[in-house]
């Protein structure tokens, strides 16, 4: 049953009618706890209150199915807003983004010209970006990518899904650029062709990437809300004397935010992955797919009085 309600919403979440109809209705359905406004000075608001709470942020322009040029410019205009008021307020915050929404799916040359825009931007507001992974078809171009614009930046890193088959080799291959990398579970839908498909699988080989990319000596971000996974990196870098600034948890925003505070108190960097903007709904229904208990949470919202 649990299979079944992440396809369904992994389904809708790329279901471009719907996708229009949230924009234009803004933040409802229980939304609004994982995204954090549809401004930038909304979001600048939620990053100000975590802060305050010891916990560190990456911020994220959300945007879903950019298929024409104009788009891609206005999605990197906006990256370059964020950024801008990271600077401005001071925010402990670095930017996060997805590179369809630059330019990726359309040419070379777009998403290229949007990144080193973005990049620019950021090295002189002292900000750092993140490159998120998408779906199995665009991996091989984002690391090609991610190479090219290493060689060129300092403020760049990237993420790497411990679901594909690939990403032991991934590690092995970047560990010479020094990467800083979030290495996450995986959230898509990929084929057993390319993908673990059991979760026990994915645990392990999560365990093996997060200990080689550790033991490289190069910044680890974790990105997980499971304990088990906590424990193990907490036990690793004890065995290993790995200091603390070689790595950080991170979690997404909405989503267990006791246990982010928690490790932030125990002295770790926690890092909360806040979304904002009116394009809106791919991500909401992913978190959706995730977890059934968000399903029961959203619900829960949509028929309180």
């Known amino acids: 049953m649990e299979q079944l309600m992440r396809d369904f919403f992994l389904f809708l979440s790329k279901n471009k009618t719907l996708t229009k109809l949230a924009k ?3 933040l409802r359905f229980g939304a609004s706890r994982f995204v954090a406004g549809e401004t930038i000075e909304q979001a600048a608001e939620v990053i100000k209150q975590l802060n305050k709470k010891g916990l560190a942020v990456t911020i994220d322009y959300l945007g879903e199915f950019v298929d024409n040029e104009s788009e891609a ?8 807003e964020a950024i801008r008021a990271i600077g401005r307020e001071r925010l402990n915050s670095q930017l996060s983004l997805k590179m369809t929404s ?6 070379d040359e777009l998403v290229m010209r949007n990144m080193r825009r973005i990049l620019e931007a950021a090295k002189e507001n002292g900000v750092f970006v993140t490159i998120d992974m998408e779906d199995y078809s665009r ?8 190479k090219q614009l290493k060689k060129e930046y300092d403020n760049v890193g990237t993420v790497l899904q411990a679901y594909l088959y690939r990403t032991e080799d991934d590690i092995e291959d970047l560990k ?11 959230a898509y839908k990929e084929s057993s062709e390319v993908a673990f498909p059991d979760k026990k699988d994915v645990d ?6 997060i200990k080689m990319h550790l033991l490289n000596g190069n910044y680890t971000a974790v990105a997980t809300h499971d304990d088990a996974i906590i424990e193990y990196t907490k036990q690793l870098v ?7 600034d070689q790595f950080e948890f991170q979690m997404l925003y909405g989503i267990r935010p006791e246990r982010q505070e928690q490790l932030a108190r125990e002295g770790y960097t926690m890092r909360v992955y806040v979304p904002y903007g009116t394009d809106w709904y791919g991500y909401f229904m992913r978190r959706l797919a995730e977890r059934p208990a968000n ?11």
């Open 24 to 26: 234009r209705y803004g």
């Open 73 to 80: 410019n206005e999605m990197a205009d906006n990256s370059i």
């Open 102 to 107: 630059m330019g990726l799916d359309i040419s």
């Open 139 to 146: 991996c091989q171009k984002t690391i090609d990518i991610f």
């Open 176 to 186: 010479d650029y020094h990467p800083n990398l979030r290495l996450v579970k995986g």
């Open 204 to 209: 392990e080989n999560f365990k093996k990437i």
């Open 238 to 244: 004890k065995e290993y004397n790995i200091p603390n």
């Open 295 to 305: 399903v029961a949470f959203v619900l829960k919202g949509m028929f309180r009085k």
